[in-house]
């Protein structure tokens, strides 16, 4: 079965950066897309970043200029580079695939003083 696992999360303060590891159990290539999501206490979890198996890459607009997603396919890895970071960066990030994976654990990030 397809896995992701989620790394790199902390404490960070604002204006920090920080980047977090997704590690695939297999190659990326068999997935369509693989993405960033993030999941605010109390609120549905939202896409951050998305980039497909051609690399074409997609950032929420409430993230674009701050946060970067890139892959390396030697490690079966996508990061996600977060720099600027605000208080309201705060959440469980996860990251998922298309097909689908089951959702992991997360990796907590938290922004503050």
């Known amino acids: 079965q397809v896995q992701l696992v989620e790394s790199g999360g902390g404490l960070v303060q604002p204006g920090g950066s920080l980047r977090l590891s997704c590690t695939a159990s297999?190659?990326?290539?068999?997935?369509?897309?693989v993405a960033w999501y993030r999941q605010i206490s109390g609120k549905q979890r939202q896409r951050v970043a998305l980039i497909t198996r051609d690399g074409l890459i997609t950032v929420g607009e409430i993230v674009k200029g701050r946060f970067t997603i890139s892959r390396d396919s030697a490690r079966n890895t996508v990061y996600l580079q977060m720099d600027s970071l605000k208080p309201e960066d705060t959440a469980v990030y996860y990251c998922?695939?298309?097909?689908?994976?089951?959702w992991g654990q997360g990796t907590q990030v938290t922004v503050s003083s």
């Open positions: 998922n695939s298309n097909p689908p994976a089951p």
């Open positions: 297999g190659s990326l290539y068999s997935y369509n897309f």
